[in-house]
C-alpha cells in the first residue's frame, strides 16, 4: 500500500516533519474511502484540515457534503460554506443560495 505523493506532499506541508501525525492524516483519508462510508480521498482531505483534523467532525460534514450535493450544489463551495459555518446545514443552505 502506498498514498499519493501530491496528497503526501500535502500533509507534510500542512503537519511538519511529525512522521506520525502525517501516517495518522493518511490513514484517517484511507479510512474514509473504505466500507461503509466510500468518501472520495480529495473530500476527506478537505473535511479533515477544515474540522481539525477530528475524525467525528469530519465524518459530520462528509455527510452533510453528500447530502448537499445531492441538492445540486458543487462540492468546492459546499466546503466553503461548511467551513464558514463549523458544519451547521440550515447556515450553510442559507449560504449556499446567498452566494450562487
Request: charged share 30%; aromatic share 8%.
Amino acid at each position: 500500500m502506498g498514498f499519493p505523493r501530491d496528497r503526501l506532499s500535502r500533509a507534510v506541508q500542512r503537519l511538519g516533519g511529525d512522521q506520525a501525525k502525517v501516517l495518522e492524516f493518511m490513514f484517517q483519508i484511507n479510512k474514509f474511502g473504505e466500507p461503509p462510508h466510500h468518501f472520495p480521498p480529495d473530500s476527506a482531505e478537505t473535511a479533515l484540515i477544515n474540522n481539525d483534523l477530528s475524525e467525528e467532525k469530519a465524518m459530520a460534514c462528509l455527510k452533510l457534503v453528500f447530502e448537499l450535493r445531492e441538492m445540486g450544489f458543487q462540492e468546492a463551495v459546499i466546503h466553503k460554506a461548511l467551513q464558514e459555518t463549523k458544519n451547521n446545514r440550515d447556515e450553510a443552505v442559507d449560504y449556499l443560495i446567498s452566494n450562487a
